[in-house]
């Protein structure tokens, strides 16, 4: 029988941080939208709104991560299956073994996003932040607009370094519509199917496209959520 694999998308924001989206209307959306197997709900430093998703997915035709995305001194890295809220502001090393210590997964957020593009690029594209912490998974693949060249050279450092990481695809939406945008492949069809093959480093990321609505729909959006989140402006110094 041939394997099945299923789609994720396991970085989505909600109203809980900067999203524009109720975890419900998450949920409602990606059930009545999409053919996601799994979604994580991460928003920024906070995990309420994850906790709310699982709460309410037994309703719902898809598996709910409780994750949160956590802001470092080195930028934004995403924790999995975590249980308790971290607190924003340490190293990246420290903030991975908090995520470790809960039993979670530690994912590279957007690296190589540019300065220019905010300050959360983990490092802003310095590669010894890479190197040398403990990350288990790298995001190269994010569908956020105009950080398409952070994506390649995110691809472009995994092909030298793909026995240290499993690869992610993750919208990183704000907005319903881009929900799904980018994804993470993996053989089987439920979140724990999806931890082991991130464990084994067996998933695979859909690079797809950014569809120029989306990016309208972005454009009108971004007010909003920049007052959600006033931090997320370009990087200083």
């Known amino acids: 029988m041939p394997e099945t694999w299923s789609p994720a998308d396991i970085h989505i924001h909600t109203s809980v941080s900067d999203g524009l989206a109720t975890p419900a209307a998450v949920l409602d959306w990606v059930s009545e939208n999409t053919d996601l197997a799994v979604i994580a709900i991460t928003d920024h430093n906070a995990i309420d709104g994850a906790l709310e ?18 802001d470092t001194l080195s930028g934004h890295v995403i924790g999995l299956w975590t249980t308790e809220r971290i607190e924003p502001g340490g190293s990246a090393q ?19 996003a540019p300065r220019w593009w905010a300050k959360h690029g983990l490092c802003r594209g310095d590669a010894n932040v890479y190197d040398c912490v403990d990350f288990d998974a790298f995001e190269i693949s994010n569908s956020t607009p105009l950080i398409f060249h952070a994506n390649w050279l995110a691809r472009r450092y995994m092909r030298n370094h793909g026995h240290r990481f499993a690869v992610t ?13 980018s994804r993470t492949l993996f053989p089987g069809t439920t979140a724990a199917d999806l931890r082991k093959a991130i464990e084994d480093r067996t998933t695979k990321a859909d690079v797809g496209s ?5 990016n309208l729909r972005y454009a009108r959006n971004l007010p909003g959520i920049l007052r959600r989140d006033p931090g997320r402006g370009p990087a200083k110094g």
């Open 94 to 112: 420290e903030t991975v073994d908090h995520i470790h210590a809960q039993g979670g997964i530690a994912v590279v957020a957007h690296p190589f």
């Open 210 to 214: 950014f569809w120029l609505a989306r």
């Open 53 to 70: 998703a699982a709460r309410l997915a037994e309703e719902y035709p898809v598996d709910v991560i409780v994750g949160q995305e956590v």
């Open 169 to 181: 695809g993750g919208s990183d939406a704000h907005i319903l519509p881009a929900i799904g945008a």
